[in-house]
């Protein structure tokens, strides 16, 4: 169906930049997810491939057509709004309808899509209603059947989910993606949740002050950030980060309290003395007393049922969150950093260092 | 979410509501009651004698050929104020409404307008259309336009409707301008992903979403077409020439000030009122019925 290329993309407000220089490439079919905290340029960026903003500069092409200087009319995409931006004065079968008349499609046909859209997305008996009359994850789903029945050839997402209460969002994530796949249309999704991003995206690009820091598979991210950033944004509870130093060689790092943790999977390059920080996952941090344990004093315990987050510190203020299976009370926590979980992150520039 | 306020006593809430209903009371419905008592009677012109003749004084007026003129006139000054102020203030205030240079100052200036007292919008447009001295009255001339307001009944009426109107204009501006800014952007990019081109978008998104706006527009400028413009007519035409610019206002003010009968200017002022009531109740049925929101 389509493939999207950003080539360079950059944007100022003024004489703000919001966008250093995007590029990424969307395969046809392909559901990509950018995730990001509020003002990080992510929701300028899906503007810019809708056509609502020009970009400063750089490229927007969509199979292969350059459609930078194009309208949005012309671009054969179709959006979803946050706030489903459904045309107040029109009944359900209007607000999907009104793309394919301005198209000038044949009013049986017309029928039929609007028809076929409400039927697979469970909103048949509504057509007549309007807007007002619905509840919000009614009005999602027309949102949605106003982008699909025009069988674009990319569908946009601007944070569709987070008008809706926690329930209706899961719901809804897994509708959205049950249906991308269905359609097949290729999808651009933005989000700054990172649990819709993980479970949506077939991949994801992680943005941070309006750059690009990680463009990957959901696993890969969690399992290899590329950068503190990434490291810190995806993943809940966040990753724990420990500052060290580099031993010589490279083989280890030496913690603020002397203690010296050898890497599970090989050297890292660097002179020694080169401040590291370490980064762990609260669900890798190991209960258990030995030599080389850090002690933790317990601040607060959050039981989430199946599973306990406890959230420590450790010698010289070092906060340090636990996840532990089943419950857990005590006042003390002694733990085990096991080498095999470690990020490795030069301090400096916070970016990843690996063997 | 309404709350409800319950007073102990009854003096306190009847002495919150007596200032709003003394003026009611004594602005609205004291001279709507003697102008009813007023159009049952007849009366000399110098207020000596008066007696009760019923319905006569409604059936002269309503077989008057000068009240058919009058109202007529009304008609055709009503629509072509109503029109013309209503168009003209709808495409400024979404010229308006576009992120333009200097957007604030060009507002400001447009809303000045209604600041105008209508005697001093009158004399205004009198200089400017003046044959001899105005510099438009002039220049109609100059291109070959014989005009004059003084004799030519057509005249006099572009006349008092360009002032009413223009008199008019920065009220709606506002609303429209208004109402603009009250629909959502979102919903325009949404039409203009959906490929509606600006015509389109206007016609069909931000025209119908105006309509409680229009309507509610369009019955002040009604009123305002059939009551408010007394002053412009009077300094401008003084309802000339040859009755040309007599709207039922002006004649409700020629019969009763000047020619002092006061059964039959009251029966008009009668007859003015229920039609202005009977416009308005159409238009809101139709507000519920058409607009939507």
């Given at each position: 169906m389509?493939?999207?290329?950003?080539?360079?993309?950059?944007?100022?407000?003024?004489?703000?930049?919001?966008?250093?220089?995007?590029?990424?490439?969307?395969?046809?079919g392909e559901l990509?997810?950018?995730?990001?905290?509020?003002?990080?340029?992510?929701?300028?960026?899906?503007?810019?491939?809708?056509?609502?903003?020009?970009?400063?500069?750089?490229?927007?092409?969509?199979?292969?057509?350059?459609?930078?200087?194009?309208?949005?009319?012309?671009?054969?995409?179709?959006?979803?709004?946050?706030?489903?931006?459904?045309?107040?004065?029109?009944?359900?079968?209007?607000?999907?309808?009104?793309?394919?008349?301005?198209?000038?499609?044949?009013?049986?046909?017309?029928?039929?899509?609007?028809?076929?859209?409400?039927?697979i997305?469970?909103?048949?008996?509504?057509?007549?209603?309007?807007?007002?009359?619905?509840?919000?994850?009614?009005?999602?789903?027309?949102?949605?059947?106003?982008?699909i029945?025009?069988?674009?050839?990319?569908f946009?997402?601007?944070?569709?989910?987070?008008?809706?209460?926690?329930?209706?969002?899961?719901?809804?994530r897994a509708e959205i993606r049950r249906l991308q796949r269905r359609l097949g249309v290729t999808s651009?999704?933005?989000?700054?949740?990172?649990?819709?991003?993980?479970t949506l995206g077939d991949?994801?690009?992680?943005?941070?002050?309006?750059?690009?820091?990680?463009?990957?598979?959901?696993?890969?991210?969690?399992?290899?950030?590329?950068?503190?950033?990434?490291?810190?944004?995806?993943?809940?509870?966040?990753?724990?980060?420990?500052?060290?130093?580099?031993?010589?060689?490279?083989?280890?790092?030496?913690?603020?309290?002397?203690?010296?943790?050898?890497?599970?999977?090989?050297?890292?390059?660097?002179?020694?003395?080169?401040?590291?920080?370490?980064?762990?996952?609260?669900?890798?941090?190991?209960?258990?007393?030995?030599?080389?344990?850090?002690?933790?004093?317990?601040?607060?315990?959050?039981?989430?049922?199946?599973?306990?987050?406890?959230?420590?510190?450790?010698?010289?203020?070092?906060?340090?969150?636990?996840?532990?299976?089943?419950?857990?009370?005590?006042?003390?926590?002694?733990?085990?950093?096991?080498?095999?979980?470690?990020?490795?992150?030069?301090?400096?520039?916070?970016?990843?260092?690996?063997? | 979410?309404?709350?409800?306020?319950?007073?102990?006593?009854?003096?306190?809430?009847?002495?919150?509501?007596?200032?709003?209903?003394?003026?009611?009371?004594?602005?609205?419905?004291?001279?709507?009651?003697?102008?009813?008592?007023?159009?049952?009677?007849?009366?000399?012109?110098?207020?000596?004698?008066?007696?009760?003749?019923?319905?006569?004084?409604?059936?002269?007026?309503?077989?008057?050929?000068?009240?058919?003129?009058?109202?007529?006139?009304?008609?055709?000054?009503?629509?072509?104020?109503?029109?013309?102020?209503?168009?003209?203030?709808?495409?400024?205030?979404?010229?308006?409404?576009?992120?333009?240079?200097?957007?604030?100052?060009?507002?400001?200036?447009?809303?000045?307008?209604?600041?105008?007292?209508?005697?001093?919008?009158?004399?205004?447009?009198?200089?400017?259309?003046?044959?001899?001295?105005?510099?438009?009255?002039?220049?109609?001339?100059?291109?070959?336009?014989?005009?004059?307001?003084?004799?030519?009944?057509?005249?006099?009426?572009?006349?008092?409707?360009?002032?009413?109107?223009?008199?008019?204009?920065?009220?709606?501006?506002?609303?429209?301008?208004?109402?603009?800014?009250?629909?959502?952007?979102?919903?325009?990019?949404?039409?203009?992903?959906?490929?509606?081109?600006?015509?389109?978008?206007?016609?069909?998104?931000?025209?119908?979403?105006?309509?409680?706006?229009?309507?509610?527009?369009?019955?002040?400028?009604?009123?305002?077409?059939?009551?408010?413009?007394?002053?412009?007519?009077?300094?401008?035409?003084?309802?000339?020439?040859?009755?040309?610019?007599?709207?039922?206002?002006?004649?409700?003010?020629?019969?009763?000030?000047?020619?002092?009968?006061?059964?039959?200017?009251?029966?008009?002022?009668?007859?003015?009122?229920?039609?202005?009531?009977?416009?308005?109740?159409?238009?809101?049925?139709?507000?519920?019925?058409?607009?939507?929101?």
């Open positions: 389509a493939t999207l290329s950003l080539r360079d993309v950059r944007k100022s407000f003024n004489a703000t930049p919001v966008l250093h220089g995007i590029d990424l490439e969307v395969a046809d990509v997810v950018i995730v990001g905290a509020s003002g990080c340029g992510k929701s300028t960026l899906l503007r810019i491939v809708a056509g609502l903003e020009t970009p400063t500069s750089g490229q927007v092409v969509i199979n292969n057509r350059d459609v930078t200087g194009l309208e949005p009319a012309d671009r054969d995409i179709a959006m979803v709004f946050q706030n489903y931006a459904l045309y107040p004065h029109m009944t359900v079968f209007g607000n999907m309808a009104y793309g394919l008349k301005i198209r000038g499609l044949p009013r049986a046909e017309i029928e039929k899509r609007v028809k076929d859209a409400a039927e997305l469970g909103i048949g008996a509504l057509l007549e209603r309007r807007p007002k009359q619905l509840s919000g994850g009614q009005r999602q789903r027309v949102a949605m059947g106003r982008a029945v025009r069988e674009p050839a990319l946009l997402f601007d944070e569709p989910l987070s008008n809706l209460d926690a329930k209706l969002r899961v719901q809804m651009l999704f933005v989000t700054h949740d990172q649990v819709e991003a993980m991949r994801l690009v992680v943005m941070n002050a309006g750059r690009p820091a990680q463009v990957a598979p959901p696993m890969e991210i969690f399992s290899r950030p590329a950068d503190t950033y990434v490291a810190g944004f995806i993943g809940s509870p966040a990753m724990n980060f420990i500052p060290a130093t580099l031993e010589e060689g490279g083989a280890a790092a030496r913690l603020a309290k002397g203690t010296v943790i050898r890497f599970a999977d090989g050297p890292r390059p660097g002179p020694a003395g080169m401040p590291l920080t370490l980064g762990l996952r609260p669900e890798h941090v190991v209960p258990g007393d030995g030599p080389d344990s850090v002690p933790l004093s317990v601040e607060l315990i959050e039981p989430l049922g199946s599973e306990t987050v406890v959230h420590g510190r450790g010698p010289g203020g070092l906060a340090i969150t636990a996840r532990l299976p089943g419950a857990f009370s005590g006042a003390a926590l002694p733990v085990r950093l096991p080498a095999g979980h470690l990020h490795v992150f030069d301090a400096g520039t916070g970016r990843r260092l690996d063997p | 979410m309404q709350k409800k306020v319950i007073f102990r006593g009854r003096l306190l809430p009847i002495a919150l509501l007596a200032p709003q209903l003394a003026v009611t009371f004594v602005f609205f419905f004291w001279p709507a009651g003697q102008a009813i008592y007023q159009s049952l009677l007849r009366e000399d012109a110098f207020g000596l004698s008066r007696e009760f003749v019923g319905l006569e004084n409604f059936q002269e007026v309503l077989s008057d050929p000068t009240w058919l003129n009058a109202a007529l006139n009304t008609v055709v000054f009503s629509g072509c104020v109503a029109a013309l102020a209503l168009g003209l203030a709808l495409f400024l205030a979404v010229q308006a409404d576009k992120s333009l240079r200097g957007a604030t100052v060009y507002r400001s200036l447009l809303i000045w307008p209604y600041a105008v007292a209508p005697a001093v919008a009158a004399v205004l447009w009198l200089f400017l259309f003046q044959p001899e001295v105005g510099m438009i009255g002039r220049g109609l001339r100059a291109v070959g336009i014989p005009w004059d307001y003084r004799l030519n009944g057509t005249h006099a009426m572009v006349l008092v409707v360009i002032a009413a109107v223009w008199k008019q204009l920065a009220y709606n501006f506002i609303f429209f301008l208004a109402g603009l800014q009250s629909i959502p952007a979102s919903v325009l990019e949404a039409a203009a992903i959906d490929g509606a081109r600006p015509a389109r978008r206007f016609w069909t998104i931000i025209f119908p979403l105006l309509s409680p706006t229009t309507f509610f527009l369009l019955v002040v400028n009604l009123t305002y077409a059939f009551f408010e413009t007394f002053g412009i007519i009077h300094a401008l035409t003084n309802g000339g020439p040859a009755k040309a610019t007599e709207t039922l206002i002006y004649k409700v003010y020629v019969d009763g000030v000047e020619n002092l009968n006061l059964g039959q200017s009251a029966a008009q002022s009668v007859i003015l009122m229920i039609i202005v009531i009977a416009l308005t109740a159409i238009q809101f049925r139709a507000v519920e019925k058409k607009v939507h929101y």
